[in-house]
């Protein structure tokens, strides 16, 4: 075992703060990375506040990273001490079940390890985030990071890039069709980034006209003002396929009524209350009403080649990390664009 440094909560009403802890050691398989971004996602805030009442403590957020190899077992083949390398929300799987097998570790039938709230198959202890020096991880679930992009705007695509990118490949988003994204944040902007780089008509849905001018920005060709009911009504039946990526309470058959035949609506967003879809939202054009996890390892390896190629990385904010809990604030009002990213580099001098 070796002593890292990370910023951790021991219950729901406290602050993380900074903290000590132990990590296995390198073992045969593993890669020992030295992190240098992290980026913050609304699951953390979630977690560390045990709002999905299934939060270990202590808890150490983050599944966003990226950082450079420092050590490498002796039976690792994919990296070598000084490769750019990541890690998102999975840290293990049975590598059994029909799922694993088909590289789709997300929906392991045994549950996969999450990067943080998890339970470490090698040790038994609670796994530990990002939001930390260093981790240390099997490579099978270690990703390789392009050189090309800006380091820190690649974490959160390890988490906000995979949940958008796994439903636009599933569902063969591709030229030509036209393409809905519900809500502009950390998942709808990338949502917008990826779809426009598919060569679709990236329509992007939204309640403020305020974020009609970034939207295009990013990729939208057009923007929608779903509490306009003329703006809706001009769209109906038109969609190929509609990425919604609210998390808060809507009416989903608003946009379910926008598909064409055979149309699919995939939710990402996770709204804590049930959403409500009526039966003839579906039945009447035999459309689809879906729902995705994030991705599988051998995906959120295509992805990032994929934004590497398309030089596509997310729109960040950098924070120093003793900042956490006012970026928390922050995020609870939707007050960034679009993601915020620890710079890791700020731990040495924390608090």
């Known amino acids: 075992m070796f002593r890292c440094e990370g910023f951790a909560t ?59 190899v420092s050590e490498v077992g002796s039976a690792v083949t994919k990296f070598k001490v000084g490769d750019l390398a990541g890690v998102g929300c999975m840290v293990g799987s049975c590598q059994n079940c029909p799922n694993c097998a088909d590289g789709l570790e997300q929906y392991c039938d045994n549950g996969f390890v999450g990067t943080y709230n998890g339970i470490e198959k090698e040790t038994g202890k609670v796994t530990m985030g990002g939001y930390s020096d260093a981790i240390v991880v099997d490579e099978g679930f270690t990703l390789r990071i392009p050189e090309n992009l800006e380091l820190a705007a690649v974490a959160p695509l390890l988490c906000a890039g995979i949940t ?4 636009l490949r599933r569902w063969n988003v591709q030229p030509g069709q036209k393409v809905g994204i519900v809500g502009l944040g950390g998942l709808g902007h990338m949502g917008v980034k990826l779809a426009h780089a598919m060569g679709a008509h990236v329509v992007l849905f939204t309640t403020s006209p305020k974020k009609a001018d970034d939207a295009r920005r990013l990729g939208a060709d057009e923007v929608i003002v779903s509490t306009d009911p003329k703006q809706m009504e001009a769209h109906a039946t038109s969609f190929d396929f509609i990425l919604d990526c609210v998390a808060a309470d809507h009416d989903v058959n608003a946009y379910l009524n926008l598909l064409k035949r055979d149309g699919t609506m995939c939710q990402v967003g996770a709204p804590e209350k049930p959403l409500s879809v009526a039966a003839f939202s579906v039945i009447w054009k035999r459309r689809s009403f879906a729902g995705s996890l994030i991705g599988g390892i051998a995906e959120t390896q295509e992805m990032l080649d994929f934004c590497a190629e398309h030089n596509i990385t997310s729109d960040i904010e950098m924070i120093d990390i003793n900042d956490i809990e006012a970026a928390y604030a922050r995020m609870l009002k939707s007050d960034v664009k679009y993601r915020f990213v620890i710079d890791m580099a700020t731990l040495k001098k924390a608090a």
């Open 10 to 68: 021991d219950s729901a009403d406290k602050p993380l703060s900074r903290t000590t802890f132990e990590r296995r050691d390198v073992g045969e398989r593993d890669v020992k990375i030295d992190i240098l971004f992290c980026g913050v996602c609304h699951s953390d805030l979630h977690q560390a506040r045990n709002e999905w009442q299934n939060t270990i403590y202590p808890c150490l957020p983050g599944h966003e990273i990226v950082g450079r």
């Open 164 to 167: 958008t990118y796994s439903p």
